[in-house]
């Protein structure tokens, strides 16, 4: 049996985070591509919409 040299490669953290090469995720690939095509429309620094699970949320009864 003859032994490869990826048989004895460690792949971890260290390895993948010291890349000389780095490719975006997919998401950011996909979002690119969307952007391209159509610029995203302007989103305000804070909404005027309630924070989730406010309006159902139980109120503090005294």
Same mark, same amino acid.
């Given at each position: 049996?003859? +032994?490869?040299?990826?048989? *004895?490669?460690? #792949?971890?953290?260290?390895?993948? =985070?010291? @890349?000389?090469?780095? +490719?975006?995720?997919?998401? *950011?690939?996909? #979002?690119?591509?969307?952007?391209? =095509?159509? @610029? ?23």
């Amino acid at each position: 049996m003859q +032994e490869d040299d990826w048989d *004895a490669a460690v #792949l971890d953290e260290a390895f993948v =985070r010291g @890349a000389q090469e780095r +490719e975006p995720s997919a998401r *950011a690939r996909m #979002l690119a591509a969307r952007w391209r =095509r159509e @610029a995203p429309a302007p989103q305000p620094w804070r909404s005027d919409k309630p924070p989730t699970g406010w309006f159902f949320s139980r109120r503090k009864r005294r």
